[in-house]
């Protein structure tokens, strides 16, 4: 075996390319390319999908983020509360606005924001003289977060939550989709996302009409009314017409995709029985989007007898992630809660990711899945 794809952006378009050269072919026709109709048609796509009154679309991901906070109005003294184990873009929006990431412990078997490393650090950030705001749980390779302790603590605390599901956008808590929880949600099109685009791409969710305004006004310079009348300091962070018009394609199919993600999780998690490894933990009530089919070996070390037996065979396996956010130079100087974030430092050393699409073969399912069964066993 050879040129094993980690995610197989090719065989979905093999079977959707038709329909994709198609509603190019309109945008160069009616020649809207910023904001056009098919920006709008997503955008309420998207707001049915997820079930949630608005959804509006961005430059990318991150900036979502970045939009959300400044429609939250974070700044300076404010704490934000990020898990430590997750993509840099989580916690990278915070600062630029003035505010702190304040980083909390992930738990060991969801790899999500820990209620109990969240409660300690509202009171810490406090006994430091900074001003608890809003929380961002990451729904971590596609699983939701713990959003019923999350949204619990939050209005206890009076804080706003900001769902990350960059990772985690089609699944669901409870039967609420994500998209719809939270003050405001965001996803990212990036391509290897599990609902992605051609390029960069990204969308924030919210139920309120307030939020939503001050969002549309963001991204486009602080517009109000009227395009040249600028009533705040916004920024340029649009979805190209272009990637709507693809997203539109992808997300028709979407809904088949996520049932593909699913059995073929399933599929992965019945097969591998090696006493070595813990497969994905799925909690009762949550449907996950299956970002990423991670595995969680006993130590650094034999994770490496792992990826080395499968590179072996030509299949690919990436760390995601190496170096928890607040080991980070960028990172290391912001506060963090004091039970000293041990899981994500412990994860960081154990998990990795082995191929994962919803196109992937069984028979491929299977070559990978006796390859993890034999070895490191008698
Ligand atoms: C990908 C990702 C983002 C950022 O999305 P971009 O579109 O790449 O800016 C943010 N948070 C998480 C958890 C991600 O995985």
Redesign the pocket.
Known sequence: MSDIPFIDLAAQQNRIRAKIDRRLDEVLRHGNYILGPEVQQLERELAQFSGVKHAITCG???DA?LLALMALEIRTGDAVFCPSF??A??AEVVPCLGATPFFVDVDENTFNLDPNSLRLAIGEARAIGLRPRCIIP?DLFGLPADYKQILEIAENEKLSVLA?S??GYGGAFHGQKTGSIGDIATT???PA?PLGCYG?G?ALFTNDDHIAEVVISYRFHGKGADKYDNERIGMNSRLDTFQAAILLEKLAIYPDELSRRNKIAGRYSMGIKNDCIQTPFLPNGYKSAWAQYTLKAPDSNSRSIFMEALKKQGIPSVIYYPVPLHKQTAYRKFPRCSDGLATSEQLATQVFSIPFHPYLSESLQDSIIDVINNTMQQ
Request: net charge negative; glycine share 12%; charged share 15%.
């Open positions: 990318n991901g991150t983020l997750t993509f873009a989580t990451v990350d960059a990772q990212s099109f990036f996302k960069d990204g």
